[in-house]
Each structure stands twice: as C-alpha cells, then as structure tokens.
C-alpha cells in the first residue's frame, strides 16, 4: 500500500523538484485494484483523484492503457504530439502504454477538479514513469 501511496504522489505531481517549493497537493483514492483473468498478467486500478485548485502533474507515462472520466471542474490535457485539450464534466480522455503526459493540470487557479482514471497494467506495475 505505501508504494501505491508513492506512485500516486507522483502521478499528480505532488512530490517538487525543487522540493523548496510546495506544490498543491492532489488526494487521490484507490477504488479498486482487481487481477484481469482473462487478460493474463493484467491487473485494473481505478482512482478517484481530486486536483486542488492549481494543482498539476510532472510529465510522465504510465506505460498503460489509462482512461480518464471528469466528474467535476476542468483540466487540461496533452500528449507528446497532440494538442492540449481541456475536458470538462462528463469528458473523457485517454493516454496509450507509449504516450507520454506532457500537460496535465487543473484549467482553474480557484476551483478544484475531479476526475477518475482507469488503468489497465500489467500486474504490479507502476502507476507512472517520470519522463525527463
């Protein structure tokens, strides 16, 4: 469970670089991790994650299939190559094993934003990879 804790810290970009400055922090909550039997090796996590006002994610990959639902508030999104987007309640977003995340933030300086991400790993993988 603390790597869990750990891999989701960096997804959201809570731990800094520097670390002198704070970044927001994000709380994020695992609804459920279950094996994938007829996806051999395969595991599903889902997460609610809340994103405070300003908060933001350092570039990274997950190195899986990684679906986002907004339930509230708006974010902004890119991938390397594409362009950003910025999805807003009852949108959905989606990043390959290969792509890397080069924008992911909250689109508001006042509001917080909340989404869920499904992702579909191999089993016991990381949550992300930073990209540098």
Same mark, same amino acid.
């Not at 933030?105 to 992300?128: D, E, H, W, Y």
């Given at each position: 469970?603390?790597? +869990?804790?750990? =891999?989701?810290?960096?997804?959201?970009?809570?731990?800094?670089?520097?670390?002198?400055?704070?970044?927001?922090?994000?709380?994020?909550?695992?609804?459920?991790?279950?094996? +994938?039997?007829?996806?051999?090796?395969?595991?599903?996590?889902?997460?609610?994650?809340?994103?405070?006002?300003?908060?933001?994610?350092?570039?990274?990959? #997950?190195?899986?299939?990684?679906? %986002?639902?907004?339930?509230?508030?708006?974010?902004?999104?890119?991938?390397?190559?594409?362009?950003?987007?910025?999805?807003? =309640?009852?949108?959905?977003?989606?990043?390959?094993?290969?792509?890397? #995340?080069?924008?992911?933030?909250?689109?508001?300086?006042?509001?917080?934003?909340?989404?869920? %991400?499904? +992702?579909?790993?191999?089993?016991?993988?990381?949550?992300?990879?930073?990209?540098?």
């Amino acid at each position: 469970m603390k790597s +869990l804790a750990i =891999a989701c810290a960096l997804l959201l970009g809570v731990l800094c670089t520097p670390c002198s400055q704070a970044a927001p922090h994000a709380e994020v909550k695992e609804v459920m991790l279950k094996d +994938l039997p007829d996806f051999p090796g395969k595991e599903g996590l889902v997460l609610e994650v809340l994103y405070p006002p300003g908060g933001t994610d350092e570039v990274h990959r #997950h190195d899986a299939h990684a679906f %986002v639902y907004m339930l509230e508030g708006s974010i902004v999104m890119q991938l390397r190559g594409s362009q950003p987007v910025t999805l807003h =309640a009852g949108q959905s977003f989606y990043e390959g094993p290969n792509d890397v #995340h080069i924008v992911g933030r909250n689109a508001s300086t006042t509001q917080p934003a909340k989404f869920v %991400v499904f +992702l579909m790993k191999n089993k016991g993988a990381p949550i992300l990879t930073p990209v540098h």
